[in-house]
């Protein structure tokens, strides 16, 4: 959430970056709403001031008559200010509402356009391999392998959920166990959250669970309940410090979150869609990092060098998107997306996101309240937040099944998950 002074100040930017965004925000109203917060408030107390004097001066009235008056004045003052303070709590919740739809602002070097095209590579690494027999995509080698189940998925739960068998069940414990213990090495501390969050909190991160419109409501409510499934353990993550004055030495702090996360939205039905690329359930390893403002570029550059290295490790090629401002979702300030190459997808194969990491800046902080205070200094700063993925699991089956299938039908496992795996091939020899 941005502040709304900043907003004031900077009214055609913040009006600007909605236009680049593509969202529909009126930076406007919040300021009149809170210029109407701020003279309802200032004459609720000039009407306090003035009761206050009355209620004092009522005891000292000698005049039974100029003492009735008093009182009845007295009363309507006390009235009118209870009028006052119901009209700023309604004006205080719309301001809440407009400031909840002003998203993030952008950092300079993203690229402005609402279409997603316009989405930068900024590296590629590794060969798309060329394969010298009719290569399948990976919901025929997970039928032929007996590794994944959609039809009993979608007979106990629904479509779009799925059992994980045999050799892709050990692969996803496989693929957590991989990258734990890379952000282990790298200074991160392994947690496994909750799957359920109070609804303040998925705001407080950015999404919106109240959303009435199930074309474009991101998660599952629970009835009766506050809380929601969450969508990614950034929620909870982010969540953890919540309403917390951190100690500038105690940042930065940085998590490896370890979820199920669940998705409403799991796309209408195509190439984007087909087997595990975009399903209602996963498992996935989430990097989560609080920090001092001054810190969050270089920790940003730092996700995405492991995301990085966790898809050298496994030898999948991929580029990197530096994702332009109409892809970048409320709360970035700047988001790269890193594509995994996919021989599945296509005609021919294509690139498809397994990976992203964003800096929020102190947008999910500022929501959460979640502070920072430095030795001699008067007063707290908001903290900045960064997300990443390490590993989605359902994808990165994908992209393995897909990369590394071999022309007897069997699929070749990376070197770095055998270990977890116990072997070093699935199907015929």
Known sequence: MLDVHFIRENLEAVKANCRNRGVKADPERVVHLDDERKRLVQEAQVKQQRANEIA???GKEKDPAKKQELIAEGRRLR???AGLETKVKAVEADLKASLLTVPNMTHPDAPVSTDPTANKVITTWGEPRRFDFPAKDHVALA????LVDFEAGASVTGQKFYFLKNEAALLELALVQYAMQALIRAGYTPVITPDLARVEVLEGIGFI???PNPETRQVY??????LCLIATAEITLGGMHRDKVLDEKQLPQKYAGLSHCFRTEAGAPGRDTRGLYRVHQFTKVEMFAFCLPEQSEAIHRELLAIEEDIF???GLPYHVIDTCTGDLGGPAYRKYDLEAWMPGRGQGGEYGEVTSTSNCTDFQSRRLGIRYKSAGQKGTRFVHTLNGTAVACTRAILA??????QADGSVVIPEALRPWVGKERIGRR
């Open 400 to 405: 393995l099944l897909e990369n590394y299938q």
């Open 209 to 211: 669970p109240r959303d």
């Open 312 to 314: 050298r490790g496994l």
């Open 79 to 81: 009235e009118e200010v």
């Open 221 to 226: 409510t629970i009835a009766d309940t506050d």
């Open 143 to 146: 039928e032929a392998l007996d």
């Open 56 to 58: 004092k001066s009522t």
